[in-house]
T-cell receptor, first 112, second 113 residues
């Protein structure tokens, strides 16, 4: 049973560019959340998708957007990259309320 | 302002002894609390959770205690094993507002044999 899978594992981009990160949730899970983890910090909530709609959003600018497909997979898009966007981006999936999040191994984004 | 605080960046314990990791929170609306463990190059792994209607939850070697009046929770690992060496994150959510988790900065646990 595959867990949460994310691609790519590492990515290097230049300031001002755009990036798309991808996530496939754990089998049977219908809700996908994205988190940003900066060095030395805990993961910070970006947004959550359920039934192809953004259900909840954290304190991130509109440069961060997402999408969920009918098969529950999801994308995170970041436009106009800043140096401060360099972080580990974690995708998590779950099903139902109070169901623990299952995290993928993340995508390490470096902005130069 | 951090809503979930793990004030000890690191903890060192000998194998077989008890590890106690602490977490404080400021938002009285939080009603669901979780602990995650993270190894390098891996995503966080769920360990144990507790609802605000309980004050203790146990799963094998792991026990979480919740003190709502003090806005404090702790994770006890007994006995500690070298494989427990990892970063431990405390997280909380306010299910009235949604299921987003608010994480602390983590505590690095080192268990020596």
């Amino acid at each position: 049973d595959a867990g949460v899978t994310q691609s790519p594992t590492h990515l290097i981009k230049t300031r001002g560019q755009q990036v798309t990160l991808r996530c496939s949730p754990k089998s049977g899970h219908d809700t996908v959340s994205w988190y940003q983890q900066a060095l030395g910090q805990g993961p910070q909530f970006i947004f959550q998708y359920y039934e192809e709609e953004e259900r909840q959003r954290g304190n991130f600018p509109d440069r961060f957007s997402g999408h969920q497909y009918p098969n529950y997979s999801s994308e995170l898009n970041v436009n106009a990259l800043l140096l401060g966007d360099s972080a580990l981006y974690l995708c998590a999936s779950n099903v139902g309320e109070n169901s623990p999040l299952h995290f993928g191994n993340g995508t390490r984004l470096t902005v130069t | 302002d951090q809503q979930v605080k793990q004030n000890s960046p690191s903890l060192s314990v000998q194998e077989g002894r008890i590890s106690i990791l602490n977490c404080d929170y400021t938002n009285s609306m939080f009603d669901y609390f979780l602990w995650y463990k993270k190894y390098p190059a891996e995503g966080p792994t769920f360990l144990i959770s507790i609802s605000s209607i309980k004050d203790k939850n146990e799963d094998g070697r792991f026990t979480v205690f919740l003190n709502k009046s003090a806005k404090h929770l702790s994770l006890h690992i007994v006995p500690s094993q070298p494989g427990d060496s990892a970063v431990y994150f405390c997280a909380a959510s306010d299910n009235q507002a949604g299921t987003a988790l608010i994480f602390g900065k983590g505590t690095t646990l080192s268990v020596s044999s």
